[in-house]
């Protein structure tokens, strides 16, 4: 019921930016929350930043002060701003989309942080 495409990873040198989107399309009244996540290699996949409908959000200790998530009621995206990225930030990143009772992922987008 809801497709979600991410894109903008990339290779970045430490201490770049990136900006990740995640345009979601279906049936847009069933999501109740949106967030990204990442699993680098040989981890679990873990929560970055999270957002609900009323625009508040939450983030993961490791990033606050350097990860934005905003949503864009235009283009019906979400997306996360990377400043100040870290080798320890290499890892896919995905999108997610909270529904009842289901969610839903993207494919993912590599980013990887590397001199």
């Known amino acids: 019921q809801v497709q979600l495409a991410e894109s903008g990873g990339g290779l970045v040198e430490p201490g770049g930016s990136l900006r990740l989107s995640c345009v979601y399309s279906g049936r847009l009244g069933s999501i109740v929350a949106m967030g990204w996540y990442r699993q680098g290699s040989g981890t679990q996949r873990e929560l970055v930043a999270h957002i609900n409908k009323d625009g508040s959000t939450k983030y993961d200790d490791s990033v606050k002060g350097r990860f934005t998530i905003s949503r864009d009621n235009v283009r019906n995206s979400i997306d996360l701003q990377m400043n100040n990225l870290k080798p320890e930030d290499t890892a896919v990143y995905y999108c997610?989309?909270?529904?009842?009772?289901?969610?839903?992922w993207g494919q993912g987008t590599q980013v990887t942080v590397s001199s």
């Open positions: 997610n989309a909270e529904t009842r009772p289901y969610g839903y």
